[in-house]
């Protein structure tokens, strides 16, 4: 059962900017959520997570710097702002939680994906 819901991607130019948003249900009471990345050909790569209860973040790989993860938690939202995209950023972008104590790194739940692509 999905309940992880992205939305937000398309394409763009480089340089631009897009926002990702990654909708749970209110019954989802996760613990990090976090957004991967997986280009064609590529293995999936952690781009940013947030631990719900405190708003702390984190960021690896080569978008830190170009990247900010924000949540709603009224509304049950997380998002990724995206800044000065290359077209190295073309690549699958998924939600993902985790809804026990652990690892942001390793969550237990998916989202379906959505797609980004930046054109040079």
């Known amino acids: 059962q999905v309940v992880l819901v992205e939305s937000g991607g398309g394409s763009v130019q480089a340089g631009g900017s897009l926002r990702l948003s990654c909708a749970s249900p209110e019954s989802f009471r996760s613990i990090c959520m976090a957004w991967f990345r997986q280009a064609q050909g590529k293995e999936r790569e952690a781009v940013a997570a947030i631990v719900t209860g405190n708003g702390e973040t984190f960021y690896q790989g080569d978008m830190k710097g170009r990247v900010t993860i924000s949540q709603d938690n009224a509304n049950h939202i997380v998002y990724l702002q995206m800044n000065n995209l290359k077209p190295d950023d073309t690549a699958i972008y998924y939600c993902?939680?985790?809804?026990?104590?652990?690892?942001?790194?390793?969550?237990?739940?998916w989202g379906q994906g959505t797609h980004v692509t930046v054109s040079s």
């Open positions: 993902a939680g985790r809804l026990d104590v652990g690892s942001c790194w390793s969550p237990s739940h």
